[in-house]
């Protein structure tokens, strides 16, 4: 029977997987640094365009905590090709130069905001669950903070949408 201490295990493969997934999010905030600032010019509606600049800072802060948290454990902050995060991200393409011309834009942009805000608030608790259990507290903090983030940034949408984007798109 394995220990339920809460020592870090960097040999075990929790850690390995704990890396691989770190790796994975990277690839994905990164895209997202180039991918806020489209969908931000792209909106309409002014506070939307607003919530994305914002995040857009936010995002580029927890590249930056990705950065340490790779530090902290004696690797090189390296990225792997995240394919989950190429989908939703070509998804909010599409539905922007879909509905370029509608009503209908900001309440898809949100959509598309939303699938991704969901995606990284999952990703960042399994992230936290393993850092606990592998006794990486640091990386348990800087977590937590970016996961409070997400879970800020998804209500932000939530609160446009239901202020007057989806009614404006039902219009």
């Known amino acids: 029977m394995k220990s339920s201490t809460n020592k870090p295990h960097a040999d075990g493969e929790l850690h390995h997987l704990f890396v691989d997934e770190l790796r994975d999010i990277l690839w994905a905030e990164k895209e997202l640094v180039k991918a806020l600032p489209k969908m931000a010019k792209a909106a309409n509606d002014e506070e939307l365009a607003k919530a994305f600049t914002m995040h857009l800072a936010e995002t580029k802060n927890h590249v930056t905590r990705l950065e340490a948290i790779f ?12 394919p989950a995060m190429e989908g939703l991200l070509k998804e909010a393409d599409e539905l ?21 805000e969901h995606y990284e608030i999952g990703t960042y608790g399994t992230l936290r669950a393993f850092a606990s259990r592998l006794g990486y507290d640091d990386a348990v903090k800087l977590l937590t903070e970016t996961l409070n983030e997400e879970g800020n940034a998804d209500k932000t949408l939530t609160k446009i949408a239901t202020g007057g984007v989806n009614e404006m798109a039902n219009a």
């Open 96 to 116: 922007s130069e879909d509905y370029k011309d509608s009503s209908a834009l900001d309440a898809a942009l949100i959509s598309a905001a939303q699938k991704v």
């Open 71 to 82: 530090k902290s454990l004696g690797l090189t902050a390296r990225s792997k090709k995240c």
